[in-house]
């Protein structure tokens, strides 16, 4: 096992073996367990993520996946596992049974109502890193072998009625065939005080460390601010802000969102600017993001839901930029109990490059468009539920 492993295997370890330990003293606890079963045909017209006009072709996508939640007094244990089974009409050659796979745990253990523990880990290997991998950037990847492995165990405690603190550490390790590979170390203190009903604020410290195979480490300090604000009848506002010093510079670090939770409606806006990485890429970017959502239920067996974005993108050190314009449109119906109807558009347009054109490249090599269409039946079984004794509450 390499050394890069063992740092993040650890700390984990040693925290899972204090919750079992700890939820260990309960008799009494409940444990359920579910299911689902997908089958999924997708339309792609760009299969690979290259500029200009993409290989199309039809996939048919099978998605097994299982979910166990076990809950005591004072332990809470939770899991998911999901793989993709695919197959391509136009592409024989890349059939797969193991296009992705993810693995998910989460523990949680309360010494009392004042201290929680908990360890949250994440294991992704997929065929389409940019879609699955580049969350915070929205850049396509090509199509290649990834895998994103990832551990954040935290401390919550309340020291009064409306005072409160966290600390958290996340360690996150990416690689990709033939990209470079990254770790990232993250640890952040948080202290927030509610100042009245409806209003809380929080100032938090963290320091992140983005290190890559190619040799370039890059590190962050920030100082934040944060505000909470309750607008009663399911809205909200959350803003948080400061500096950060990184690479002798100092610059603005953002986020802004607000939600709306209406009878059959939820809203949703939320505005960024941080650093990120890029899957196989060396070196940290700094990422301006918008991210809208809606979403419409209008009767309890149908969902209709929209939401884009805006990406831009481009080196913390300056140089060209890339802007990446998303659309992903899905509605829901629920033919019953265990028995669910997805169809799905996602559109994605990326512009600029973040690396300086190759000799006589021009405009069109600088373009990436994607669409997707997929139609999705889902078949679920769960909600059957193994009681061993009543949980009592924390005392």
């Known amino acids: 096992m ?15 073996g204090s919750l079992f330990l700890h939820g260990a003293a309960s008799a009494q606890s409940a444990l359920s367990v579910d299911g689902a079963l997908s089958l999924t045909g997708v339309e792609d017209d760009n299969l690979f993520s290259t500029p200009g006009a993409g290989a199309r072709d039809r996939i048919s996508r099978l998605t097994p996946q299982v979910g166990a939640d076990y809950r005591s007094a004072r332990l809470s244990l939770a899991g998911r596992y999901a793989f993709d089974a695919e197959r391509y009409a136009e592409h024989p050659e890349l059939d797969t049974s193991r296009a992705r796979q993810h693995l998910m745990i989460d523990l949680s253990a309360r010494s009392s109502r004042r201290v929680t523990l908990s360890v949250h880990g994440d294991y992704l290997t997929t065929l389409t890193p940019g879609g699955d991998l580049n969350l915070a950037t929205g850049l396509a990847a090509g199509r290649a072998r990834a895998r994103r492995r990832e551990v954040r165990p935290s401390i919550e405690w309340r020291s009064g009625p409306v005072t409160g603190g966290s600390v958290t550490y996340t ?136 939401s884009p974005g805006y990406f831009r993108i481009r080196d913390e050190r300056g140089g060209p930029e890339a802007k990446v314009y998303l659309a992903d449109l899905q509605a829901t119906w629920h033919l019953g109990d265990r028995l669910s109807l997805v169809g799905g558009y996602r559109r994605s347009l990326e512009r600029g490059a973040l690396d300086p054109p190759a000799p006589g490249a021009g405009d069109a090599a600088r373009e990436i468009a994607h669409d997707t269409i997929l139609l999705t039946l889902v078949a679920r079984q769960g909600g059957r539920r193994a009681k061993f004794g009543v949980v009592p509450p924390v005392k």
């Open 171 to 306: 360690q996150t390790l990416d690689d990709l065939a033939g990209g470079v590979a990254s770790e990232t170390r993250a640890a952040a203190l948080e202290i927030e005080r509610r100042t009245s009903p409806r209003n809380t604020g929080s100032l938090r410290l963290g320091t992140t460390r983005f290190e890559f195979d190619a040799g370039a480490i890059t590190t962050a300090h920030v100082l934040s601010f944060g505000w909470e604000r309750d607008l009663g009848r399911g809205t909200g506002l959350e803003l948080r802000g400061g500096p950060r010093f990184s690479e002798g510079r100092l610059d603005p670090e953002l986020t802004a969102s607000v939600r709306g939770d209406f009878k059959t409606m939820h809203v949703a806006l939320t505005c960024a600017r941080g650093l990120a990485t890029v899957i196989g890429r060396a070196g940290a970017v700094m990422a301006d993001s918008v991210l809208p959502s809606l979403a419409y239920q209008p009767r309890p067996w149908f969902r209709v839901s929209a």
């Open 2 to 16: 390499t050394p890069a492993r063992m740092r993040l295997l650890v700390p984990g370890v040693l925290i899972c």
